[in-house]
C-alpha cells in the first residue's frame, strides 16, 4: 500500500503565493516521475508540471514562469511554488506518482485526495 498526500492549500489574494507538498509513503521501491494536477469546478483535470526522478521538469503552457515543481527524492516528496496567482488558479489541486512498488516491483499510478487552492479578494 502506497498513500500520497497533499498539504499547503488554502486562501490565497489575487498576486499572492502558495507551495504546494505532496509525500508519499508505505511500500515504496522507488518513485518515477511526480506531477501536480488540478481539477476546477466543471473542467477536467489539467497537468500542470511533472518532474522525474532525474529532476526534469516539464510545465502546462498556463502555469510556465509562475510554478516552480521541485523534488526531494530523500523524502519522497514533491513541492509545487505557485507564485502570481490569479482566480483562474482556483481549483483542486492533486498529486500524482509513479511508484515502483515492493515487493513486487510493478509501477503503479497513486493519487492524493487533493487540496484546495482558492484564488480570492
Known amino acids: 500500500q502506497v498513500q500520497v498526500v497533499e498539504s499547503g492549500g488554502g486562501l490565497v489574494q489575487p498576486g499572492g503565493s502558495l507551495r504546494l507538498s505532496c509525500v508519499a509513503s508505505g511500500s515504496i521501491f522507488s518513485i518515477n516521475a511526480m506531477g501536480w494536477y488540478r481539477q476546477a469546478p466543471g473542467k477536467q483535470r489539467e497537468l500542470l508540471a511533472r518532474?522525474?526522478?532525474?529532476?526534469?521538469?516539464n510545465y502546462a503552457d498556463s502555469v510556465k514562469g509562475r510554478f516552480t515543481i521541485s523534488r526531494d527524492n530523500a523524502k519522497n516528496t514533491v513541492y509545487l511554488q505557485m507564485n502570481s496567482l490569479n482566480p483562474e488558479d482556483t481549483a483542486v489541486y492533486y498529486c500524482?506518482?509513479?511508484?515502483?512498488?515492493?515487493?513486487?516491483?510493478?509501477?503503479?499510478?497513486?493519487w492524493g485526495q487533493g487540496t484546495q487552492v482558492t484564488v480570492s479578494s
Open positions: 518532474i522525474t526522478s532525474g529532476g526534469s521538469t
Open positions: 500524482n506518482s509513479v511508484v515502483v512498488v515492493t515487493p513486487t516491483l510493478r509501477v503503479v499510478d497513486y
